[in-house]
């Protein structure tokens, strides 16, 4: 990489501004992309994030975090670096970083998507010399359906649990999937249950002004009674788990990208998968690096050879796999 920005063992690193992108070791002064755990990390001395990732920042990392939100555009320069934030269309408060040093310009995108979401600010394309990109789905059998289609398949699903009796249990990520789904749905179905990781974040984004359908936090004093014929959205963890247990019969689904194939959504066990990704698929990924004019392009997380590979030979771009310490979309995560 160039002098602007270079990899260590912390993380992205700006030398000119003494500044990190989404570190995973303790650091001065971090730059957050979005409030996700494998890109927001504890310890850091001073946060620097959109303004909507600041109060999940504060919840799930302590309120007395150091830490400042720019609004999408606002500049901001440290020692001659112009620095800002702009939409990833990934979750609510989700950033592309722009760097800008004597006119070499550095965008690290963290986690994107290009489909329409009715919570997130839709993906801005923005024109560099280099461009950091994820892979989280970088093959061309990732294509995603369009998102109405899987809405209507989801009211489906819970409208015939309920003629059964069922209780509909969805797992998806407490941050983003999860408020995505609210707002997505038909409320008109039935009573709509959280566990508690789901119900906190809706609460912080609901006092940002974030609208989606009305929910309730389950709690030890319901019955099983209370839940027939509900829908319950919970963390991919707390699936099959003792908790998921006392909510009754019940029809288990994940909504992740992992469920356009097959083999995930056996090992899991879910009776359904809905194929409902907050990241980009394979169509939206070369969109999106071919949409910013970058000759550099710097892949991480999921299928990076193969994607840098391909955008080596199919493009004729610059492009290398890059080891990090993302995730990505993970079925077992509780995030």
Same mark, same amino acid.
Request: glycine share 8%; hydrophobic share 35%.
């Given at each position: 990489?160039?002098?602007?920005?270079?990899?260590?063992?912390?993380?992205?690193?700006?030398?000119?501004?003494?500044?990190?992108?989404?570190?995973?070791?303790?650091?001065?002064?971090?730059?957050?992309?979005?409030?996700?755990?494998?890109? $927001?990390?504890?310890?850091?001395?001073?946060?620097?994030?959109?303004?909507?990732s600041l109060p999940i920042l504060k919840h799930r990392l302590g309120a007395e975090i150091s $830490?400042?939100?720019?609004?999408?555009?606002?500049?901001?320069?440290?020692?001659?670096?112009?620095?800002?934030?702009?939409?990833?269309?990934?979750?609510?408060?989700?950033?592309?970083?722009?760097?800008?040093?004597?006119?070499?310009?550095?965008?690290?995108?963290?986690?994107?998507?290009?489909?329409?979401?009715?919570?997130?600010?839709?993906?801005?394309?923005?024109?560099?010399?280099?461009?950091?990109?994820?892979?989280?789905?970088?093959?061309?059998?990732?294509?995603?359906?369009?998102?109405?289609?899987?809405?209507?398949?989801?009211?489906?699903?819970?409208?015939?649990?309920?003629?059964?009796?069922?209780?509909?249990?969805?797992?998806?990520?407490?941050?983003?999937?999860?408020?995505?789904?609210l707002a997505g749905v038909d409320a008109s179905l039935g009573p709509i249950f959280c566990h508690?990781?789901?119900?906190?974040?809706?609460?912080?984004?609901? $006092?940002?002004?974030?609208?989606?359908?009305?929910?309730?936090?389950?709690?030890? +004093?319901?019955? #099983?009674?209370?839940?027939?014929?509900?829908?319950?959205?919970?963390?991919?963890?707390?699936?099959?788990?003792?908790?998921?247990?006392?909510?009754? #019969?019940?029809?288990?689904?994940?909504?992740?990208?992992?469920?356009?194939?097959?083999?995930?959504?056996?090992?899991?066990?879910?009776?359904?998968?809905?194929?409902?990704?907050?990241?980009?698929?394979?169509?939206?990924?070369?969109? $999106?690096?071919?949409?910013?004019?970058?000759?550099?392009?710097?892949?991480?997380?999921?299928?990076? +050879?193969?994607?840098?590979?391909?955008?080596?030979?199919?493009?004729?771009?610059?492009?290398?796999?890059?080891?990090?310490?993302?995730?990505?979309?993970?079925? +077992?995560?509780?995030?």
């Open positions: 990489m160039s002098q602007l920005l270079l990899i260590d063992e912390n993380g992205y690193y700006c030398k000119q501004a003494d500044i990190y992108i989404d570190p995973w070791r303790p650091v001065k002064r971090a730059l957050i992309t979005h409030a996700h755990s494998d890109h $927001a990390r504890w310890g850091m001395k001073y946060y620097l994030a959109h303004k909507d $830490a400042q939100g720019l609004e999408y555009g606002e500049t901001l320069e440290i020692n001659g670096v112009r620095i800002s934030f702009h939409p990833a269309g990934h979750i609510p408060g989700s950033a592309q970083i722009r760097l800008e040093y004597k006119g070499e310009v550095w965008v690290h995108s963290g986690d994107y998507k290009l489909e329409e979401d009715p919570l997130s600010q839709a993906f801005e394309p923005q024109k560099c010399h280099h461009f950091i990109t994820e892979s989280t789905f970088g093959l061309p059998v990732y294509n995603w359906p369009e998102p109405k289609l899987v809405f209507d398949e989801i009211n489906t699903w819970w409208r015939t649990n309920k003629e059964q009796g069922l209780v509909s249990v969805i797992g998806a990520y407490s941050l983003g999937k999860a408020q995505r789904i508690g990781a789901v119900e906190n974040t809706n609460q912080i984004l609901r $006092a940002m002004a974030y609208k989606f359908a009305k929910t309730e936090l389950v709690r030890s +004093e319901h019955n #099983k009674k209370d839940f027939q014929g509900a829908l319950v959205i919970a963390p991919p963890s707390a699936l099959n788990s003792a908790w998921s247990k006392k909510l009754g #019969k019940q029809s288990q689904a994940f909504a992740s990208g992992w469920m356009s194939l097959r083999g995930p959504r056996r090992r899991r066990a879910a009776d359904r998968g809905f194929i409902l990704s907050d990241h980009a698929d394979w169509k939206g990924l070369n969109q $999106a690096v071919l949409d910013t004019e970058a000759e550099n392009i710097y892949v991480t997380h999921g299928y990076k +050879e193969i994607y840098a590979k391909w955008l080596c030979e199919e493009y004729g771009l610059n492009a290398r796999p890059v080891e990090t310490l993302y995730e990505g979309e993970n079925l +077992e995560s509780s995030d």
